[in-house]
């Protein structure tokens, strides 16, 4: 099939490729051109097609477009990048998913649509009864949960072909670099994870099963339910920095839950990873290189002071 990857070049995007070429699908890419993502480009040269556009401009999104069978929009900028420049964030979320869909409208023969959205959608969900279901409301409590909410809405009315994943966690399998948001988050809060190799095989999955007109919750399922403690504490520990003081964290309710993802897989049959899992690959993926494991307990107390300057909470309580 001939596919349009937009953020092919991504978390999510880069594992998707390589499951659809591994399936035979022709895919054109889509992604900004930047050292990231020429980096990956390089990794399937002579494999795939590679648009290099933007997602704020309607011809280079119109000439991707053409002559697709299914486009697979996961182009977008998540946290915390969302809240560094506002309007361009709104420009590449919502009017850049306008622009695919006003492309894909004026194909003499229309492509289907998957759209990548997130649980963020739900809202503060702590105080309810778990699991999140996906007929439960909806409620914006940022600018990234309202960009997918609105965004959402327009694939529902779009008159395409469509289908809409929110997405779980989907840890990368590369360093993420200390940002303030992680002590934002309550060391408490019901949190759920999905091995990028899951998502991958989901969507991949997803094109030749009877999922249009359905809006699916991808995560791991069962046994990748843990609280966002757990999370941090592995990726701490596995990166060598060790867990850091429940003081440096937030209260503040924060959108993350799990998630009833039993239609999806009855659908998709992709669960194939636990939360050990998960953290076994994401802790042999961002581990620091052996010389410097050598002398972590040298930096350890330099590096966790750094980090926890990031945390109001902790700044505060001095
Ligand atoms: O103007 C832009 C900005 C970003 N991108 C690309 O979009 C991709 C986004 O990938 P990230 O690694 O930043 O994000 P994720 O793969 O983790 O995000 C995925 O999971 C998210 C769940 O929160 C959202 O569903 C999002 O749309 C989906 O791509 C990147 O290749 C980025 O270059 C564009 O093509 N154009």
Same mark, same amino acid.
């Given at each position: 099939?001939?596919?349009?990857?937009?953020?092919?070049?991504?978390?999510?995007?880069?594992?998707?490729?390589?499951?659809?070429?591994?399936?035979?699908?022709?895919?054109?890419?889509?992604?900004?051109?930047?050292?990231?993502?020429?980096?990956?480009?390089?990794?399937?040269?002579?494999?795939?097609?590679?648009?290099?556009?933007?997602?704020?401009?309607?011809?280079?999104?119109?000439?991707? #477009?053409?002559?697709?069978?299914?486009?697979?929009?996961?182009?977008?900028?998540?946290?915390?990048? &969302?809240? %560094?420049?506002?309007?361009?964030?709104?420009? &590449?979320?919502?009017?850049?998913?306008?622009?695919?869909?006003?492309? *894909?409208?004026?194909?003499?023969?229309?492509?289907?649509?998957?759209?990548?959205?997130? !649980?963020?959608?739900?809202?503060?969900?702590?105080?309810?009864?778990?699991?999140?279901?996906?007929?439960?409301?909806?409620?914006?409590?940022?600018?990234?949960?309202?960009?997918?909410?609105?965004? %959402?809405?327009?694939?529902?009315?779009?008159? $395409?072909?469509?289908?809409?994943?929110?997405?779980?966690?989907?840890?990368?399998?590369?360093?993420?670099?200390?940002?303030?948001?992680?002590?934002?988050?309550?060391?408490?809060? @019901?949190?759920?994870?999905?091995?990028?190799?899951?998502?991958?095989?989901? &969507? *991949?999955?997803?094109?030749?099963?009877? #999922?249009?007109?359905?809006?699916? !919750?991808?995560?791991?399922?069962?046994?990748?339910?843990?609280?966002?403690?757990?999370?941090?504490?592995?990726?701490?520990?596995?990166?060598?920095?060790?867990?850091?003081?429940?003081?440096?964290?937030?209260?503040?309710?924060?959108?993350?839950?799990?998630?009833?993802?039993?239609?999806?897989?009855?659908?998709?049959?992709?669960?194939?990873?636990?939360? %050990?899992?998960?953290? /076994?690959? &994401?802790?042999? *993926?961002? @581990?620091?290189?052996?010389?410097? /494991?050598?002398?972590?307990? $040298? !930096? /350890?107390?330099?590096?966790?002071?750094?980090? $926890?300057?990031?945390?109001?909470?902790?700044? *505060?309580?001095?």
């Amino acid at each position: 099939m001939k596919i349009l990857l937009t953020g092919a070049f991504g978390n999510v995007g880069f594992h998707t490729l390589q499951e659809l070429l591994k399936r035979g699908h022709t895919v054109r890419c889509f992604d900004l051109r930047n050292q990231a993502t020429e980096k990956k480009a390089r990794q399937i040269q002579g494999k795939a097609e590679i648009v290099w556009g933007n997602l704020t401009n309607t011809p280079s999104v119109e000439a991707a #477009v053409a002559g697709q069978e299914l486009i697979i929009h996961f182009g977008a900028i998540i946290p915390p990048a &969302v809240d %560094e420049n506002k309007q361009l964030a709104y420009d &590449v979320n919502v009017n850049g998913t306008r622009r695919i869909i006003e492309a *894909a409208q004026k194909q003499p023969i229309k492509p289907r649509i998957f759209f990548s959205s997130t !649980l963020d959608v739900f809202g503060h969900t702590q105080d309810k009864e778990p699991p999140r279901r996906v007929t439960d409301p909806m409620q914006a409590t940022d600018d990234y949960s309202s960009h997918k909410i609105e965004s %959402e809405g327009m694939i529902r009315n779009s008159g $395409l072909e469509w289908c809409i994943f929110r997405f779980a966690d989907v840890p990368p399998l590369s360093p993420r670099p200390p940002h303030p948001i992680m002590f934002t988050i309550p060391l408490d809060t @019901r949190f759920e994870m999905v091995h990028p190799f899951d998502v991958a095989f989901a &969507v *991949a999955n997803a094109i030749e099963r009877p #999922v249009w007109g359905k809006i699916l !919750l991808i995560g791991g399922g069962k046994s990748c339910q843990v609280r966002y403690r757990d999370y941090l504490r592995s990726s701490l520990e596995g990166s060598g920095v060790g867990m850091l003081p429940e003081e440096a964290f937030g209260h503040e309710p924060y959108c993350t839950d799990w998630l009833d993802t039993t239609e999806s897989q009855e659908l998709l049959q992709y669960q194939r990873h636990s939360f %050990e899992e998960i953290m /076994r690959d &994401v802790n042999k *993926a961002t @581990r620091p290189p052996a010389p410097i /494991r050598l002398i972590m307990p $040298l !930096l /350890r107390p330099s590096i966790r002071k750094s980090i $926890l300057k990031m945390s109001p909470y902790w700044q *505060a309580r001095k």
